[in-house]
């Protein structure tokens, strides 16, 4: 039997227009209860762990079907599918596996009875993973990455609360349109803010210039405001040569010379302040840009914009002028990912200029 379909519509409100248009919408299966399907992708990560006792902690032990059987009520919120991509910890996934989950989240998508998706991941790149899966899958659908600081051997294993308060963002239409999310701890952020704050806190998920897009209750998914921008990479490949550097007090800039013999295509520099260099390093920094790769300039801070504001010997100002790139709000390790898929889409030196310039 074919499924109906239906269109289901969520109008915006006076006060709260949705954006870019006055409406979404999306088409669901008429299976009787219009229950929504979201796709479960696993890759590892902390939420799949166990206590090992002859490793001595915990490892990547649960497959997905094994966590899902850990999630009450998850049936009433949406059919789910699932996936098993790897059983990793946070530090093993690469940008290159992040590229090839992307084509995997991609291809469930492609499937109109999906109305999101939802990747379990561990936290110690999860921001790197949903950054990546932002700039590169095109779709309005919902892409949800969810984690867990505690393990399933731990008192309080937060896993099965996250990922059912993930699929139930990844099921509700409300949030179409809002581009990659990361959901822990009943928070929603933005995959282009969200950062990890802690190493061990469960409220460690923040975005700390924003705030989070929208809140996990009870019995809805409550969304406080839309992003006013999403770039888009069309990327099949990316360049891993791309190197991060941090500066502090006095640095003399000699990884930044020793990146450029290495081969570097690109190179981040985490500067200080607005996106300041010591002058003690500021040599090497002016020949990398001569050079001819694109350098970024982040800034060690964990919140504020890179900026041009001051003049010095060293300055932004002063970079910029030299032909450096100012990063905008983003950190060094979400600069890098964008820069390897500028790089492996060919960019120009001014298109990656352009595109770091419309930074949200």
């Not at 001595?56 to 059987?69: F, N, Q, R, T």
């Not at 190493?199 to 700390?208: D, H, I």
């Amino acid at each position: 039997m074919v499924p109906m379909r239906a269109r289901i519509c969520v109008e915006a409100v006076p006060d709260r227009p949705l954006w870019p248009d006055n409406s979404r919408c999306i088409l669901a299966v008429m299976n009787g209860s219009m229950k929504p399907r979201v796709a479960m992708v696993f890759t590892g990560g902390t939420i799949s762990m166990r206590l090992d006792p002859a490793a001595g902690g915990a490892v990547p032990m649960l497959s997905g079907d094994e966590i899902l059987a850990q999630v009450p009520g998850l049936a009433q919120i949406a059919e789910v599918t699932t996936t098993d991509f790897a059983r990793l910890p946070g530090p093993h996934i690469t940008p290159a596996r992040m590229l090839e989950l992307s084509r995997v989240v991609a291809s469930q998508l492609a499937d109109e009875r999906v109305n999101g998706a939802v990747v379990t991941h561990g936290t110690d790149t999860l921001e790197e993973t949903a950054y990546l899966l932002d700039l590169v899958l095109p779709s309005d659908q919902p892409v949800v990455l969810v984690g867990a600081m505690r393990n399933s051997s731990e008192l309080g294993w937060d896993g099965p609360a996250n990922l059912r308060s993930a699929v139930r963002v990844a099921a509700d239409p409300a949030v179409r349109g809002l581009g990659v999310l990361v959901v822990m701890n009943d928070l929603v952020f933005a995959a282009s803010e969200a950062t990890k704050t802690h190493a061990e806190s469960l409220e460690t998920f923040q975005s700390r210039d924003f705030g989070p897009v929208g809140i996990v209750d009870k019995d809805r998914v409550i969304v406080s405001r839309r992003r006013a921008a999403r770039e888009h990479i069309a990327a099949i490949r990316l360049d891993e040569r791309v190197e991060i550097v941090k500066l502090s007090a006095g640095s003399d800039g000699r990884l930044i010379r020793r990146s450029i013999e290495d081969g570097a295509r690109g190179l981040i520099i985490e500067g200080l302040g607005r996106g300041n260099v010591p002058i003690t390093a500021l040599g090497e920094a002016e020949r990398a840009i001569q050079s001819g790769i694109p350098v970024v300039i982040t800034s060690r801070c964990p919140r504020g914009r890179v900026l041009d504001t001051y003049a010095y010997e060293g300055a932004g100002k002063q970079l910029k002028r030299r032909g450096a790139i100012l990063g905008g709000s983003l950190p060094s390790h979400k600069a890098r990912i964008k820069l390897m898929l500028l790089l492996g889409a060919e960019r120009t030196l001014e298109e990656i200029r352009a595109s770091f310039g419309v930074t949200d």
